[in-house]
């Protein structure tokens, strides 16, 4: 596969919330690393069993997510937009989250980090979840602004 269909599926397991999408391609020795997550994961059965827990919770909990295609210094990369209530619980750092309020008045917080990828093989090898560097850096592909789509559904999910 090409890199891009790697990661259009890779988007596609996110947006659908499916982590079974992964299995054809994710490398068997794939590494996932993460700003937020203290280990590195390595494998395709560790890291396919950890999406497919963050999946489980986001959908249990309604949370929105915008999954989108992007470049990063013309490398293909992805824009991963958390949404949720903030409570001040999170244990997030209060600079990396981000506020905003709709036309109606209803008030939201959400999180955008950048997925860079490495490929091996005709696969993903490696998978690295980051906030350095930020959305703001990257080329978005995806022409269609969805946040204020998910905006929406997560006014109405509360």
Request: hydrophobic share 40%; aromatic share 10%; with cysteine.
């Amino acid at each position: 596969m090409a890199q891009m269909e790697l990661i259009e599926n890779y988007l596609s397991a996110w947006k659908r919330l499916d982590s079974s999408l992964l299995n054809q391609v994710l490398h068997d020795k794939v590494l996932y690393e993460s700003q937020f997550v203290f280990e590195v994961l390595l494998g395709k059965s560790a890291v396919t069993n950890y999406l497919k827990q963050k999946f489980i919770a986001i959908k249990r909990e309604n949370i929105p997510v915008l999954a989108e295609y992007a470049t990063y210094i013309d490398n293909p990369c992805m824009v991963l937009t958390q949404f949720f209530i903030d409570d001040g619980m999170s244990g997030d750092d209060p600079n990396l989250i981000k506020e905003g309020i709709t036309k109606s008045g209803f008030e939201y917080s959400y999180r955008e980090s950048v997925i860079l990828f490495g490929f091996k093989d005709e696969k993903i090898s490696r998978i690295n979840l980051c906030v350095i560097p930020g959305p703001s850096e990257t080329k978005k592909i995806d022409n269609i602004d969805l946040r204020n789509e998910k905006i929406r559904q997560l006014e109405n999910s509360i």
